[in-house]
């Protein structure tokens, strides 16, 4: 099966600066990899994906590198704010199958203001 | 956009009672869902594959007889948590799948959290 790992588990950024969070898969057929952010006693909220036949995503602040030889991708935050803080989880499955979602460890980021 | 309802958002029960936990896809109909636990600063652990109209699958060391999983129609799979104890307080958590695509693979709920006393 698949195996997601997920650093850091725990990031404190001063507001402003970038966060960068990164995943390793080892599943080559993986081809779907999403990004969650949950607060404190909610459930988790897609923040941005990113598909096999594309390399990199950006949308605003928020940004998802894929590199499918080494089979890692990674989340890049840039000009942090407070409300960035929470905990992220990345995810890898294969897309259009029905087939479930594997998550990392997740990550307790943290933006000092 | 589609939307995952979950209810109840909390609740307490005693030890050795059943609880019930309901997961609606609002706008969409869901053939497979999928249920979740979360402990306190853990990931996901996915318990379950429920399939509308079948038996669900089960994860390796969940017990099927204990945590009773029913998908009767194409928007509601229930969980059912019987004879809880203390060690089952945790967050719960279903997502369903939108077999008609769009952008996401699964849409998440907002999670139950069951205590048990």
């Known amino acids: 099966g698949e195996n997601v790992e997920q650093h850091p588990s725990t990031l404190s950024v001063q507001e402003g600066d970038s966060a960068v969070i990164k995943c390793t898969y080892s599943d080559s057929a993986s081809n779907y990899f999403p990004w969650y952010k949950q607060e404190l006693g909610k459930g988790p909220q897609l923040i941005i994906d990113i598909r096999s036949n594309v390399g990199e995503k950006k949308d605003q602040r928020i940004a998802v590198t894929l590199n499918k030889t080494a089979k890692h991708f990674s989340l890049h935050i840039t000009e942090t704010q407070p409300e960035d803080s929470a905990v992220y989880f990345c995810a890898a499955s294969k897309a259009n199958t029905g087939n479930q979602f594997y998550f990392g460890t997740g990550t307790s980021l943290t933006v000092i203001p | 956009g589609a939307v995952v309802s979950q209810h109840p958002s909390w609740v307490i029960c005693k030890s050795g009672t059943s609880v019930k936990i309901e997961c609606r896809s609002l706008?969409?109909?869901?053939?497979?869902m999928f249920w979740y636990r979360q402990f306190p600063k853990q990931s996901l652990m996915l318990m379950a594959t429920?399939?509308?109209?079948?038996?669900?699958?089960?994860e390796q060391g969940v017990e099927k007889d204990k945590f009773l999983i029913n998908h009767a129609s194409l928007t509601l799979s229930t969980l059912t948590v019987t004879s809880a104890h203390p060690e089952d307080s945790s967050f719960y958590i279903c997502s369903a799948r939108n077999p008609a695509g769009g952008p996401r693979e699964q849409y998440f709920g907002p999670g139950t959290r069951l205590t048990v006393t």
């Open positions: 429920s399939n509308e109209g079948s038996k669900a699958t089960y």
């Open positions: 706008d969409f109909q869901a053939t497979t």
